[in-house]
């Protein structure tokens, strides 16, 4: 994976090509199961449109390729990755998300499976073990060394919320009381480095961990150092049994390309990469926009409605739940509708400010949970300044449509109540907004999941029994 | 920056050091303007305090105590950055938001500033330069030679969503017709390499890009080797004017450390590097999340109450103005509610379901959107896929509401209004959760700008006029 073959000059031309697989997989659709036993077509022009995407996606990289997989609908997938060069097959399968793997897998045979898998680093193989079948799984692992099925059955151990689950094992150690020069000579022996290999580990005879020797430093060190001299000591290092978010959030902190994970010894066992704490970083942004709107975080773009309708269930019947509640507080005042129908124009106006403004608030609360702790007294202070904030809102904005009430339906108490509604909902949307995340992630919940579902539950809720209960008070 | 001192294992000790600081920061604040002119105190139990809480900050690494910083309210923040090792200011500067960025500045004389900045690399210096007084950017230009001058220039000449605001001018190059022998001996005349040095560029004598050689390449190379004919020649390269997303999606991609950046004559000008790029996957998903939610990505949490409401006023008033739409709605059936007053508590659950499940389908689409473009078949084939769940989601859901607004009302009539008028809403919903911000997307704007206020106003105002238009017609 070293030279990607594409040239970022050429970024638009993979948007073409993307595009041009497009819409050769859709002509080629037609001729699906021809194509499924072999790799020509009778009909020239077909077969020459088939060659040209074979070509095409033998000159991809195999992130690119996993690209593509993506955005295709699942019958196009599976012709497309029929097409794709096996010998990618499991870079592929490594790249792309889970439901497209499992799609993916579907279309392979045993023997395909195998060839795709079997000369695969043990992290990789552990990350693909859960989704492939067993007796492929037994069968691969039964080529491999004890050591590296220990690190197979290592790596699975751990959830996929663990740097276990992300750790990687092509570790390159040295001793500390050598030289520069020994290092060097130590290096040129391997037909290759891992990748990323910006740091070589320190040990000592029984593994553990003493320092690291960066490569940056080792390039301009006098080779008669001895190596203890010119190590740094203070490294930031990890066990398996530490949260993923976590570590990815120390690699952007520090800046970091690799780092040793050692186990509770300080046993050197592993290494974490920076390519693997991008997509941690990447997939945990997502997460909480997805999970606030109260979707899970795996639905395929192109899933089965079926699949999709399962996907969005549970949120949409809470959903239901709530809006029926704000619908039987409203029904507590149906005859204060009935005396003034003005009522039942204005309500929803109090409750969508409140819905949008508490959105805001969390979203803020959401964002800042995620990148950091917040303490009791900061959450006090936070709670102080949204309800400013919503107190401003609230009188300026209030004041605005309490003014439109009143040239509506030429009634200051209306207007008034509109002030005082509006007012009271943004500053229960503030405190909620404040409290649901923060009282969440206390109680080790995730603060970002359905969070913009439930405030909307309660500001809508609590918007209409202030307003038809202000109302009742003061204008009956 | 390259040894952090702290300890992951000790990851809780930060967590402890963070909240440490906090309380000592509140407890100290009595004595901010006795602080500010010296850093002891006559009282001895709060100079011990202050003296705990300076050890704690010059023993934590520059990232960390910008993340302090960030979590203090505005008075704290001062009083710990004029704590803080004054050796680390720029680093500091560097590493905090621009919210928080503004308000260290200003506590900070000239002679500080000019300290703080004076050593930094032109990239790092230009990063800060919008923000600093110009007369200090001038007095620290001054000092410089007039290449770093120009680098300082160039960069500054870039937009922020461009490479060359973020590219960086630390380069190690080489001709390609010498030996690894002759570059090994090259780089150990180098006091130091940049860091995140993992390839050296490999150029002619224009400067013009040839290649690049990994380092892992030129360390398990024999000595006699010819660069050329080991460098890697398809390599991926930027330049200055793109756009600085998709170089950090390429980065994510192809797994790059580093990556040259050169311009239209495919001469070297500077590189991009990873640490970076993770900063801009970063904000990219929280921006994207934010601006759903019709909020600025610059908040800082603690701004002052009149800030926060400045950010936050454009969209609360779309708000309104689309909830003030959807008022006029449900007036114009106003004969048909004091006819009916159960319409007015149902109408609210019609128009709720609507916005969750928009919000749902215009999430998952701003989410694909983000990492790849969307053909027009490809929206189609969405489209008719959401419409898909929406009418198995309307159907169902829409005869669960059905049956109990029945058995609430005992009107046969209201029930299947009901139904047909979730199905609908949820319907338009999937339409627009697509149509929105596949459209603000080839129309060139950010597709999530907003957009959760948007659907949720469509959904409203329709929610509301399907389900009282309906019984208007059907029921009077």
Redesign the interface.
């Known amino acids: ?9 050429d ?1 638009e031309q993979l ?1 073409a090509d ?2 041009h697989i ?1 819409k050769l997989a ?1 002509h080629l659709l037609e001729h699906y199961s021809e194509i499924s036993e072999q790799l020509t077509l009778p009909e020239l022009h077909a077969n020459a449109k088939l060659q040209m995407l074979i070509g095409i996606l033998h000159e991809l ?1 195999p ?2 390729v996993a ?1 593509v997989l ?2 295709l ?1 699942p019958k196009e997938r599976v012709l497309v990755w029929k097409l794709a060069s096996p010998e990618e097959d499991g870079d592929v399968l490594l790249e792309v998300s889970d439901s497209v793997r499992e799609s993916l897998i579907e279309a392979m045979d045993k023997s395909e499976l195998v060839a795709a898998v079997e000369d695969m680093e043990a992290d990789d193989l552990a990350d693909l073990a859960d989704d492939l079948p067993t007796h492929v799984v037994d069968e691969v692992l039964q080529t491999r060394d004890e050591e590296e099925r220990a690190q197979v059955q290592a790596a699975m151990s751990y959830e996929d919320s663990q740097v276990g689950a992300v750790m990687n094992f092509e570790i390159v150690s040295i001793r500390g009381d050598v030289t520069c020069e020994v290092v ?1 000579r130590y ?12 740091k070589i580990f320190v040990v000592d005879d029984n593994d553990i961990l003493q320092g690291v020797l ?4 080792l ?3 006098d080779p008669e150092e001895i190596v203890e001299n010119i190590m ?1 000591k ?6 398996p049994e ?1 949260d993923v978010e ?2 990815a959030a ?6 970091l ?1 690799t ?1 040793p994970v050692v186990d509770e010894n300080k046993k050197l066992i592993a290494r974490l990469t ?2 693997e ?3 941690v ?2 997939e945990e ?2 997460a ?3 999970s ?4 899970d975080e795996d ?1 395929d ?3 089965p ?2 699949d ?2 399962k996907n ?1 269930w549970v ?3 809470v ?2 739940v ?3 509640v ?3 507080v ?2 507590v005042f ?1 005859g204060a ?2 005396q003034i ?2 009522l ?3 309500m ?2 109090v ?3 409140g ?3 508490g ?2 608030t969390i ?2 609360i ?3 949970l995620a ?5 009791n ?2 959450a006090f ?2 709670l102080k ?1 949204e309800l ?2 919503a107190l ?2 609230g009188l300026i ?1 209030g004041s ?2 309490g003014l ?1 009430s009143f040239a ?1 339906y030429h009634n200051v108490g209306i207007g008034l109540v509109m002030v005082a509604a509006m007012t009271l909902n943004l500053l229960l949307a503030a405190f909620l907004g404040v409290m649901i995340p923060v009282c969440l992630e206390k109680w080790g919940k995730d603060p970002a999941r359905g969070s ?2 439930l405030i ?1 539950a309660f500001t ?1 809720s609590g918007g ?1 029994l202030i307003f038809l209960g202000l109302a009742t008070i003061f204008l009956l």
Do not use: C
């Open positions: 994976m070293e030279n990607p073959i594409h040239d970022h000059s970024s948007a993307i595009e497009h859709a990289h992130a690119d690209a993506e955005s609908p060097l290096l040129r022996r391997f037909d290759s480095l891992p990748d990323h290999t910006d960066p490569i940056r430093k390039l301009v060190a740094a203070d490294v930031v290092k990890f066990r530490d976590e570590a120390a690699f952007e902190r520090y800046d390309v780092a920076v390519d704490m991008v997509d970083i990447r942004s997502e909480d926009m997805l606030m709107a109260g979707l639905e773009l192109f899933a409605v079926w999709s309708v969005r949120w949409l019947a959903n239901l709530t809006a029926f704000s619908s039987r409203i029904g149906e509708i009935a129908v003005a039942a124009t204005l929803p106006i409750a969508g400010i819905g949008n403004s959105n805001q979203t803020m959401v964002r800042s990148s950091s702790q917040i303490s007294a900061q202070r936070l300044k400013g904030v401003v809102n904005w605005v449509m439109v509506l913009s579902v909307t809508d209409f």
